[in-house]
Nanobody
């Protein structure tokens, strides 16, 4: 079915930057929200940022002012620009697509990409 391919993960230094990309293998129709979640070891998976089709964005308090989410609807791609990295940003990051069809949500997830921030 639909496959989300993530790239750009890896290691970074505190204060540095990384850019994550997530490309979908197929297009969606209707209302689609794209976003990023992250999960640290032993922790729950938490929202990082989401972006609506029209461009409205929402960020977790912990990343506001540092991360920027964007999307290319024509390419079915979502990006996460991560600036001013902190060690606390270390986690597995998951791309998410939520499609609303007939009032019901359908979620798709990437495989996850490790981001490690250390000196």
């Amino acid at each position: 079915q639909v496959q989300l391919v993530e790239s750009g993960g890896g290691s970074g230094q505190p204060g540095g930057s990384l850019r994550l990309s997530c490309a979908a293998s197929a297009r969606w129709f209707g209302f689609v929200t794209m976003g990023w979640y992250r999960q640290a070891p032993g922790k729950e998976r938490d929202l990082v940022a989401v972006i609506e089709r029209g461009g409205d964005t929402y960020y977790a308090d912990s990343v506001k002012g540092r991360f920027t989410i964007s999307r290319d609807n024509a390419q079915n791609t979502v990006y996460l620009q991560m600036n001013s990295l902190k060690p606390e940003d270390t986690a597995v990051y998951y791309c998410n697509v939520r499609r609303i069809v007939g009032g019901s949500p359908y979620d798709y997830w990437g495989q996850g990409t490790q981001v490690t921030v250390s000196s």
